[in-house]
C-alpha cells in the first residue's frame, strides 16, 4: 500500500553526523507508524528508532539514545532520522519501515512492520 525509499546514506567519519530521508509514495502516510532497522554484515536486522502515527509515541533502542532523533513531516510524506556522534559501530544499511499497527504490539519485532525500503549504506570510519 505504501512504498518506501531510503536516501542519506553515504560514509562519515566517527564524530560525525548523517540524516537519513524516508520518502513514501501516495498520500496516505500519515496514517503509518515509522520505522528506522539497520542490518550490519552478519547480523540480524534490528529496530534503531519508531514514531507513531500522529507522533504521539517514540521509541529508541538505548545505544542511540541522545545521539538520534526520529522525525516525520506528514505533509512532505517523509520521514527522518538524524543522526549524530556517529561512532564506528553504527555501520549498517539502515531501512525505512512502516506500519499501522507496530504500536499495539512488539514494536521492536520486525515482523510487526509491513513495508520496507531497500535500505541505505551507512559507514562510519574512525
Known amino acids: 500500500q505504501v512504498q518506501l525509499v531510503e536516501s542519506g546514506g553515504g560514509l562519515v567519519q566517527a564524530g560525525g553526523s548523517l540524516r537519513l530521508s524516508c520518502a513514501a509514495s501516495g498520500r496516505t502516510f500519515s496514517i503509518y507508524d515509522v520505522g528506522w532497522f539497520h542490518q550490519a554484515p552478519g547480523k540480524e536486522r534490528e529496530l534503531v528508532a519508531a514514531i507513531s502515527s500522529g507522533r504521539t509515541s517514540i521509541h529508541y533502542t538505548d545505544s542511540v539514545k541522545g545521539r538520534f532523533t526520529i522525525s516525520r513531516d506528514d505533509a512532505k510524506n517523509t520521514a527522518y532520522l538524524q543522526m549524530n556522534s556517529l561512532k564506528p559501530e553504527d555501520t549498517a544499511i539502515y531501512y525505512c519501515?512502516?506500519?499501522?499497527?507496530?504500536?499495539?504490539?512488539?514494536?521492536?519485532?520486525?515482523?510487526?512492520?509491513?513495508?520496507w525500503g531497500q535500505g541505505t549504506q551507512v559507514t562510519v570510519s574512525s
Open positions: 519501515a512502516a506500519s499501522t499497527t507496530a504500536f499495539f504490539g512488539e514494536t521492536m519485532n520486525p515482523r510487526r512492520w509491513g513495508y
